[in-house]
């Protein structure tokens, strides 16, 4: 008699095929990470039972490393070499941590490509390298419980990383031993859980504020479709900086100044955090640092931190603008990380949706929770049939063309993954290169937008201005990250590059590309108008100065001294003139004085390609 073997749903029945995945949430203040049994994602806690990991990293002086809890408590005692929030600091630039240095006790060096370098007593670190710690903490808690090699893990990273941050978190995943199956958005994450829990449809809300970073996605959930409308945020803006907003209350209640030693900052954040939690349960903290005795409430708590909730609603007006919905078409608000259990966040999301915000999910679980469940299907242990991700790219990415014009290729919130490609062509005659420079912003100029990568094609073949089509492609992989090749259709000749840029986007800088795009829409596109009249310029000077040159003999002398009066006086217009509409229009009246010589030139031109030929050798070819 045979047995007829039963395994739970998205289970395999042959334990030994599966294969083992996780999922992590690599965050700022803790991390985590989750994997899928019989079907239902769960939490992976440590030998002691807690599942959150403190994300710090300590550098013993036996030349040890511990990370989580076990670091925390260094870093009162041992604050240079207890190394917290790095997450901040992924893809950044030493420039680009200037305004955290100050709130940071570490002491920042630069490496040869612009990366942030932390000094401790076991030498340089860079962010990668202790993000890599915390990742192959999580990893060998997943070994342990699934007693067996980790194959993969779904990483999550804030929606508004830019290609550098997804980058180095990829790097870091890398150096700890760990296969990258997805970077995920971790609102996408967030969403994946809540709608397979509680299989809702409609368009949802994911707030997502965690230590370090905020953001805001819409999502329309249909029968299993998830599609990202559109996302926000600003990836500096989190827990930390309630407490250091709290921090420096308390500094100056005290009576310090702002030069403190890193010993004094770290025991002023350990005991603003302390209350911040404090005060999600009480109305007052009591406070005991460097000697003061005092409380904080909750109502001095929200005052101080009101500004930045407000930033997060703006943000949240912003993406459903550009998602095309209003407000009140959103049907549910799901609350994701530990910042969010902050009372006055609470309060603001739910005035401003005009819902009460979901939470029963742990938002300090969600993200990893659904990461788990990705992975599951990415490592094909689970059917995802019954799930289509759509996700989308939170900056539009361009290329510079002539001018110092901006021309966007892939515009922002555009779904991934994608490729879409565009021809351009050569400016001057006998062109065997091009310079092609990547870019990503909002703005119509090369000057107002993030420079990303630069590479060479060569080779094309020599040919008139215009001739050769050069296609551009530009690819966004699932994980956000891109690569652009060119390619000369004629000749295919071509080059292609990886865009791997050494740091990313200054703290404020992708919110501020967006807010500038609508501040400034309007003088955008007049210096766009400009800069193509510009050029349509330098091309008429350069072509009928060429005509002239060679073909003079055709005109009188008065002609031809009245066309080249006229190639002076748009040189120097283009030179002086800030206005396109007037230089378009003495372009235009150059074209029309030069439109006989080069109709002289044309009928020159076909005499001579007809010379020899008789009408029936011609009828002929």
Partial sequence: MALLQISEPGATPQPHQRKHAVGIDLGTTNSLVALVRSGTPEILADETGVALLSSVVHYATDGSRCVGADAQQQALSDPLNTLSSVKRLLGRGLTDVDSLGAQMPYEFECDDGGMPKIRTRQGMVSPIQVSAEILRTLAERAEHALDGILDGAVITVPAYFDDAQRQATKDAATLAGIKVLRLLNEPTAAAIAYGLDNAKEGIIAIYDLGGGTFDISLLRLSRGVFQVLATGGDSALGGDDFDRAIADWIRRKIGLDSSLDPFQQRQLLVSARAAKEALTDVDSAPLDVLGWHGQLTRQQLADLIAPMIDNTL????????????????????????????????????????????????????????????????????????????????????????????????????????????????????????????????????????????????????????????????????????????????????????????????????????????????????????????????????????????????????????????????????????????????????????????????????????????????????
Avoid: W
């Avoid at 990893?368 to 242990?381: F, P, R």
């Avoid at 892939?410 to 005659?429: C, G, L, M, W, Y």
């Avoid at 699932?478 to 690569?483: F, M, Q």
């Fill in 314 to 621: 703006r943000a949240c007006k912003r993406a459903a603008r550009d998602a095309g919905v209003k407000i009140a078409e959103i049907d549910d608000v799901v609350l994701v990380g530990g910042s969010t259990r902050t009372p006055l966040v609470v309060a603001k999301v739910a005035e401003f949706f005009a819902c009460t915000p979901r939470t029963n999910l742990d938002p300090d679980c969600v993200v990893a929770l659904g990461a788990a469940l990705q992975a599951e299907m990415l490592i094909g242990n689970q059917s995802g049939d019954d799930l289509l991700l759509l996700d989308v790219i939170p900056l539009s990415l361009g290329i510079e063309t002539m001018g110092g014009l901006i021309e966007k290729i892939i515009h922002r919130n555009t779904t991934i993954p994608v490729s879409k490609a565009q021809e351009f062509t050569t400016f001057k005659d006998g062109q065997t290169s091009m310079a092609i420079h990547v870019l990503q912003g909002e703005r119509e100029l090369v000057d107002d937008c993030r420079s990303l990568a630069r590479f060479d094609l060569r080779d094309i073949p020599p040919m008139v201005a215009g001739a050769a089509k050069i296609r551009v492609t530009y690819q966004v992989d699932a994980d956000g990250l891109l690569s652009v090749s060119a390619r000369e259709l004629v000749s295919a000749v071509e080059s292609r590059i990886e865009v791997k840029p050494s740091y990313g986007l200054a703290e404020t800088e992708i919110t501020q590309m967006l807010k500038d795009s609508y501040s400034y829409a309007r003088e955008d596109m007049a210096a766009r108008a400009l800069r193509e009249q510009q050029v349509e310029a330098d091309r008429m000077i350069g072509d009928l100065s060429a005509a002239l040159d060679s073909d003079a003999h055709m005109l009188t002398v008065s002609q031809v001294q009245c066309l080249r009066v006229a190639v002076a006086e748009l040189r120097d217009l283009r030179r002086i003139c800030s206005e396109h509409r007037t230089l378009a229009q003495q372009i235009e009246a150059v074209g029309k004085a030069s439109e006989p010589f080069a109709a002289l030139r044309m009928d020159s031109s076909i005499k001579s390609a007809l010379a020899g030929h008789t009408l029936d050798e011609i009828d002929q070819d």
